[in-house]
DNA sequence: CCCCACCATGAACGTTCTTCATGGCCTCCA
DNA sequence: TGGAGGCCATGAAGAACGTTCATGGTGGGG
């Protein structure tokens, strides 16, 4: 029961396919076939139903397969931490994020980055939810992940910076111009909802301030990412709420709201980054990220 | 970078010696120094610091082995689930507890799975203090946790059952035989604390009770194990409150609180229980546990 | 000061993994 | 319906890897 075997599993799973897992792996199918065989003798049955056309889990490779893929990826990050201590000359670094925060905070970060750690390559994984982005960080795809709060998360969470939030209308609307507006002079328009949008103890932040406001919102149109929601409101298709840096470059107004509104960022990872994650932390303190490091 | 130079760098790590390693892993001292120098080599650099009298983890190291840990320990789980899911005839089910529950509603489910699944063995992880519980389940220890429920946890959590809390009380005591006790009764008393109290959102529950009772508790001795608290208070060294369930054979008196107290027991693990963990979960909400299942 | 405990090293042997070559099976399509 | 092609399995041979045995170096304690 090795690792490579277990490699090979996921990749196999991942990829639906022997023959396509094989040449990812850059090895030969037959190779694949021998060890996901041996896998299979070892653990007491078949972990992969053979169809006609791909692969697919048994039950017990349902149960096993999570874990495989836990322990590969842990392997790969205790790789990838060892180099990033040692030379922090060469080397990945894996950074999982929200699409909001990777076309919003993280390109000037990466440019930084880039000038000042040429030789650790970043590799971003960008996720549409919040949700996605926690799953994917417990599975252990990435060193770092950057993104809002977690809810629950078992392991160091810093603080890189806050975002304002602003309340995001089209071009010419009658609230535009304004120093700010409070949410309940726009209680009766239709709002632009996001999967992305702030949670706060388990509630989205809009529908608890529109609660203490005394009406409930209104939901014209539901996204899954931030940059279509920023879009919809632009073209008149209801209210939204986002971060200011999320609308650089477009055709819209945006109006802090009244009472002001923030949202954390935060860095968090399984271990205490050290090497390049933990100068990647500081970078992010450092660039780009309105309040960063407190 | 193999799953075996990892578990035996684990292993040294543990035994903080070759050597000892050696002898506990199967292999000859050599087969490690090997190992674990083709381990160095690929990952830049020492990971060990080789002392005149055993070994110490290198920065690097420290930043390498989480990682590792996590690693070995999916592999096992991987393993186990995988067997657990095949024969569910042979195998081992790891279980993770703190030490009041392993002496409290463990023992009578065990008794119970040794009857019913006798070829799975169970590997009972005891632990003092729930922190140390939580710790070791993230780092990949067990298969299933029972305990507290946990504040924060990404994975699958399910009530098994619920505890009664009573007061516990030295024989002859004045207040013994009574229905029920308020806390405010015993408002000028000391009280045992002990490392295992029930946490409600972040603040121990006896301190948010007294606090609503007017007072703050006053410690006179504080354990780790529940099992110590007991008989401390069973001594007359103070109030104590604790699940009743834990008093089995001692000889003290336990009154029933006013309110009603209870807390939850729950079973919790990274990925939805199967095969062996699945039917342990469901022996304990059958079993022995009070308030099952609901 | 010598001996013991501890880890490193080099060469030989056994095991494991990969490849090459080939075979079976199913599907799609003429 | 029969052949072509995609897909995975299998068996044998060679390459790669891990283990052991034997031995060397180093520091601490009696």
Redesign the pocket.
């Known amino acids: 029961m090795?690792l490579?075997?277990m490699q090979y599993l996921v990749t196999v799973v991942e990829q639906g396919?022997?023959?396509?897992a094989a040449e990812l792996l850059?090895?030969?199918?037959?190779?694949?076939?021998?060890?996901?065989?041996?896998l299979e003798r070892e653990s007491g049955g078949p972990l992969l139903e053979?169809l006609?056309?791909?692969?697919r889990l048994t039950p017990m490779g349902r149960a096993y397969f999570p874990h495989a893929e836990l322990a590969v990826r842990s392997a790969a990050q205790a790789r990838r931490a060892a180099l990033a201590t040692a030379g922090a000359e060469s080397g990945e670094l894996h950074i999982a994020t929200v699409h909001a925060h990777a076309v919003g905070v993280l390109p000037e970060v990466c440019a930084r980055w880039g000038r000042e750690h040429g030789g650790v390559r970043l590799v971003l994984h960008e996720y549409a939810t919040t949700e996605d982005l926690f799953a994917h960080m417990e599975r252990g795809v990435a060193d770092l992940a950057v993104g809002p709060r977690p809810e629950k998360w078992p392991g160091p969470v810093t603080v890189v910076g806050t975002e304002e939030m602003v309340m995001v209308l089209p071009p010419g609307d009658p609230l535009a111009g304004r120093a700010a507006v409070r949410i309940d002079e726009v209680a009766d328009r239709p709002w632009v909802r996001c999967a992305l949008e702030p949670v706060l103890a388990g509630r989205r932040w809009l529908d608890v301030e529109c609660e203490r406001a005394g009406f409930t919102p209104r939901t014209a149109v539901r996204t899954q990412h931030t940059s279509t929601a920023v879009r919809m409101a632009a073209a008149g298709v209801g209210v939204l709420i986002t971060a200011a840096h999320e609308l650089t470059g477009l055709d819209c107004t945006a109006v802090p709201t009244d009472p002001p509104w923030r949202r954390e960022i935060t860095a968090f990872s399984r271990v205490p980054p050290t090497g390049a994650a933990a100068r990647f932390v500081t970078l992010l303190r450092e660039t780009g990220v309105p309040g960063g490091g407190r």
Chains 1, 2 share one sequence.
């Open positions: 090795s490579r075997q396919s022997f023959t396509r850059h090895v030969t199918q037959s190779a694949l076939s021998h060890q996901i065989k041996a053979r006609p056309r791909g692969v």
